[in-house]
C-alpha cells in the first residue's frame, strides 16, 4: 500500500514534550485562524450538531426498543425467536461493516482529505466528485455480490452459525429475506459518511428512525400473517428506507463546491499540491478485518449459545439491546467529532487531533460509567418494566437481568474502543494527496492490521472464556466471555496509538478513568439500594436511577474528574445565585 502521512508526522511517536508544542505552518501555507475567534464558533457547531445527533439517535433508539418490545410481546423467547435472531446476524454484521465502522473509517478521513484539498486549490478540478467517481460505482457492485452471496449460501450460513438449531428452515427463510439489507446499508453508510465529513450531521442521525420505522409497520400489520418473517421482512424494509433518506442531501452536497466549505475547519498544514487523489484500495483489508473480527463475538455467542436451552440467544440478544443504549450518547460524542479529528489528521495537525481523542476518551467513559452504574442497579426492574408482560414472562426477565449486570463489565471498553480506532485509521486513509512520493516502508504498512490483531486476541479471550465458563454458568459465561474479550482488545489499542504517532497521554487518560470508575462504582452501589426499596418496576427504575445520577455527580465532581466536575459546576451556576457560585464551594479537582 501506498499514501502514508508524512513522514515526520507518523514515522514514530510523538514525544511527549514536543506534542504539546503547536506545529509550525510550512512554507505557503495560508495561517490558521487565530484561536480566540474560532473557538466559540468550534464549540457552538460541536454543541449544535451532538444536539441534532443525541436527539435523532435517541428517537432512533426509542423505536428499537419498541421494536424489541414487540418482537418479545408478539414472539417471546423461543425457538421461533432464536430462528430469527440468527438470520438477523446478517444485519447486525452489514450495521458495523457498512454502516457504523468500517465504512466511516475508511470514507470520513477519505472525504476529508478530498475537501482540504477542495479548499486549498478553489480552482482545481472537485477532488469531491473524483473520490465519487472512482469509489461509488465499484462499492455498489461489490454490495449486489455480497447480498446475492449471502440469500444462495443462507442455508450454509445458518449451519455454521448456529448448528443446533431445532427448526433451521425458519432460519435460512429469516436469513435469505435480510440478505437484501447488504446493498442499502452499503450505500446509507457511504452516504452518510460523505455527509458527516461535510458537517452535515441530520439526515445520517435519522437513518435509524427511518428503519425502526419500516421494521414497526411491517411488524404491526402482518405479524400474525406472517408470523417472525415479519420481522425479516420488516428489516428489509427498513434497510431501503435508509438509503432513500439520505440521497437527497447528498446530491445537494455534491452539487456544489461551496457545500465542503460549512462547519469549523483546522488549520491548514500544507501548502497547495499539484493533482487530486489517489485511491489505495488495500487500505480497506485492515478495516473489514476489525471490524468483522469484532463482530465475530456475536458469532461467537450464537454458536455457543445454541446449544443450550430454548431461548438463550433471545435472552442474550435483549441483554444486549438493553445495554448497549448505555453506549449510544457515548458513541455519539466521537460520531460528532470524528470528521474534526480526521480533518486535523489530512492537514498534518497531530497535537489538535491528540487533544480531540483525550477529550473524547474522557467524556465517552463518563457517558458509559453513568449508564453501567445505573443497569448494575437497576436491571430486574428495567427488563420487567420493559419485556414482562405477554410471552415474555419472570424467568424471562431474570434471566436477562442477569446477563446485562454480567454484559455491562465490558461496556466502558467497548466505548473506548470506539473513540481509539476511528484516529487510528485516519492516519491512514484509503485515498492520499497525488503529489505524495514518500516511500512506504513494512512496518508502517504492518502497523496497520494493529487493530484487527488485537482483536482477534480478544475474540481469542471471549472464545476461552466461552467455553470454560457455559457448561456451568450457561448465557452467564458467554457474557462474561464478551466483557473480558472486549476489555483485553481496549487495552491493546490504547498501546495501538501511541505506536500510530498518535501521542495520548496515557498517564492522565488512565488516572482520569479511574477517578470516573470510582465514581461509577459508588453509584452503583447506592443505586442497588434505592432500587430495591419499592417493589413496582417503574418505581424502583426511577428511584434507582435518580439516585445513580446524583451519587455519580457528587463522587465524580468531589474526586475531581473533569468530564463531571465541569457539567457540576455549569448547573450549579445556573441555578444558583451568581454569589454562590463564584465562591467555589465545590472541590476544584484537577
Known amino acids: 500500500m501506498n499514501g502514508d502521512p508524512p513522514a515526520r508526522t507518523v514515522a514514530a511517536p510523538l514525544p511527549p514534550a514536543r506534542a504539546a508544542e503547536p506545529r509550525p505552518a510550512p512554507a505557503g501555507a495560508a495561517a490558521p485562524p487565530p484561536a480566540p475567534a474560532g473557538a466559540p464558533n468550534r464549540r457552538g457547531f460541536l454543541v449544535k450538531a451532538f444536539g441534532v445527533t443525541?436527539?435523532?439517535?435517541?428517537?432512533?433508539?426509542?423505536?428499537?426498543?419498541?421494536?424489541?418490545?414487540?418482537?418479545?410481546?408478539f414472539f417471546g423467547a423461543n425457538q421461533g425467536t432464536d430462528a430469527f435472531l440468527v438470520a438477523w446476524t446478517v444485519p447486525e454484521t452489514a450495521a458495523p461493516l457498512l454502516i457504523e465502522d468500517a465504512m466511516a473509517f475508511l470514507m470520513v478521513p477519505a472525504f476529508s482529505l478530498a475537501l482540504v484539498l477542495r479548499e486549498e486549490n478553489p480552482e482545481s478540478p472537485d477532488p469531491v466528485r473524483q473520490l465519487v467517481r472512482a469509489t461509488l460505482p465499484w462499492l455498489l457492485a461489490a454490495l449486489c455480490a455480497l447480498s446475492l452471496g449471502a440469500a444462495l449460501g443462507a442455508p450454509q450460513l445458518?449451519?455454521?452459525?448456529?448448528?443446533?438449531?431445532?427448526?433451521?428452515?425458519?432460519?435460512?427463510?429469516?436469513?435469505?429475506?435480510?440478505?437484501?439489507?447488504?446493498?442499502?446499508?452499503?450505500?446509507?453508510?457511504?452516504?452518510?459518511?460523505?455527509?458527516?465529513?461535510?458537517?452535515?450531521?441530520t439526515a445520517p442521525a435519522g437513518i435509524y428512525v427511518a428503519y425502526n420505522l419500516g421494521i414497526l409497520a411491517v411488524l404491526l400489520t402482518c405479524n400474525a400473517i406472517w408470523g417472525v418473517r415479519s420481522a425479516a421482512i420488516g428489516v428489509a424494509v427498513g434497510s431501503l428506507l435508509m438509503a432513500a433518506l439520505l440521497v437527497g442531501p447528498f446530491l445537494r452536497r455534491l452539487?456544489?463546491?461551496?457545500?465542503?466549505?460549512?462547519?469549523?475547519?483546522?488549520?491548514?498544514?500544507?501548502?497547495?499540491?499539484?493533482?487530486?487523489?489517489?485511491?489505495?484500495?488495500?487500505?480497506?483489508?485492515?478495516?473489514?478485518?476489525?471490524?468483522?473480527?469484532?463482530?465475530a463475538q456475536v458469532f461467537v455467542e450464537r454458536y455457543l449459545g445454541s446449544g443450550l436451552p430454548p431461548g438463550t440467544i433471545s435472552h442474550l440478544n435483549y441483554a444486549a439491546k438493553v445495554s448497549q443504549l448505555a453506549m449510544t450518547a457515548a458513541i455519539l460524542i466521537c460520531t460528532v467529532t470524528f470528521p474534526l479529528v480526521a480533518r486535523a489528521l489530512?492537514?498534518?495537525d497531530l497535537v489538535t487531533a491528540r487533544d480531540r481523542v483525550e477529550k473524547d476518551l474522557g467524556q465517552a467513559t463518563a457517558v458509559v460509567l453513568a449508564g453501567t452504574a445505573f443497569l448494575m442497579a437497576c436491571a430486574p426492574s428495567v427488563v420487567a418494566l420493559l419485556f414482562q408482560r405477554g410471552a415474555f414472562g419472570p424467568q424471562d426477565t431474570a434471566a436477562t437481568a442477569a446477563?446485562?449486570?454480567?454484559?455491562?463489565?465490558?461496556?466502558?471498553?467497548?466505548?473506548?474502543i470506539g473513540v481509539m480506532v476511528r484516529p487510528y485509521f485516519s492516519v491512514r486513509p484509503v485515498v492520499r494527496r497525488a503529489g505524495d512520493r514518500r516511500p512506504d516502508d513494512g512496518g508502517r504498512r504492518l502497523l496497520d492490521w494493529y487493530p484487527a490483531a488485537a482483536m482477534l486476541l480478544g475474540l481469542?479471550?471471549?472464545?476461552?472464556?466461552?467455553?470454560?465458563?457455559?457448561?456451568?454458568?450457561?448465557?452467564?459465561?458467554?457474557?462474561?466471555?464478551?466483557?473480558?474479550?472486549?476489555?483485553?482488545?481496549?487495552?491493546?489499542?490504547?498501546?495501538?496509538?501511541?505506536?500510530?504517532?498518535?501521542?495520548?497521554?496515557?498517564?492522565?487518560?488512565?488516572?482520569?478513568?479511574?477517578?470516573?470508575?470510582a465514581a461509577a462504582v459508588g453509584a452503583a452501589a447506592a443505586g442497588a439500594l434505592a432500587a430495591g426499596v419499592p417493589a413496582d418496576p417503574l418505581l424502583s427504575t426511577l428511584l434507582g436511577g435518580v439516585t445513580v445520577a446524583l451519587v455519580f455527580a457528587a463522587l465524580g465532581t468531589g474526586f475531581g474528574a473533569a468530564e463531571v466536575r465541569g457539567p457540576v459546576l455549569a448547573a450549579v451556576r445556573a441555578l444558583c445565585p451568581p454569589s454562590i457560585a463564584d465562591e467555589g464551594k465545590l472541590p476544584h479537582g484537577r
Not at 443525541?54 to 410481546?73: E, Q, T, V, Y
Not at 439489507?181 to 461535510?198: M, V
Open 54 to 73: 443525541a436527539l435523532l439517535s435517541a428517537a432512533g433508539s426509542a423505536l428499537g426498543l419498541l421494536r424489541d418490545l414487540l418482537l418479545a410481546r
Open 158 to 201: 445458518v449451519r455454521l452459525l448456529a448448528p443446533g438449531l431445532p427448526d433451521p428452515g425458519l432460519a435460512v427463510t429469516c436469513t435469505r429475506i435480510t440478505a437484501l439489507t447488504i446493498l442499502p446499508f452499503g450505500l446509507a453508510g457511504y452516504l452518510g459518511s460523505a455527509l458527516r465529513a461535510h458537517h452535515n450531521f
Open 255 to 295: 452539487r456544489g463546491r461551496g457545500a465542503g466549505q460549512a462547519g469549523p475547519r483546522p488549520g491548514r498544514g500544507r501548502g497547495p499540491q499539484p493533482g487530486g487523489l489517489v485511491l489505495i484500495p488495500l487500505a480497506i483489508l485492515p478495516v473489514a478485518v476489525f471490524t468483522l473480527t469484532r463482530q
Open 346 to 348: 489530512a492537514a498534518g
Open 403 to 416: 446477563v446485562i449486570r454480567v454484559y455491562s463489565f465490558g461496556l466502558p471498553a467497548q466505548a473506548l
Open 460 to 517: 481469542g479471550v471471549t472464545v476461552v472464556v466461552g467455553l470454560l465458563a457455559t457448561p456451568g454458568y450457561g448465557a452467564l459465561g458467554l457474557a462474561a466471555g464478551n466483557a473480558a474479550g472486549i476489555t483485553a482488545t481496549a487495552a491493546l489499542l490504547l498501546r495501538g496509538l501511541l505506536l500510530r504517532g498518535i501521542a495520548v497521554r496515557t498517564g492522565r487518560v488512565l488516572a482520569g478513568q479511574a477517578r470516573l470508575l
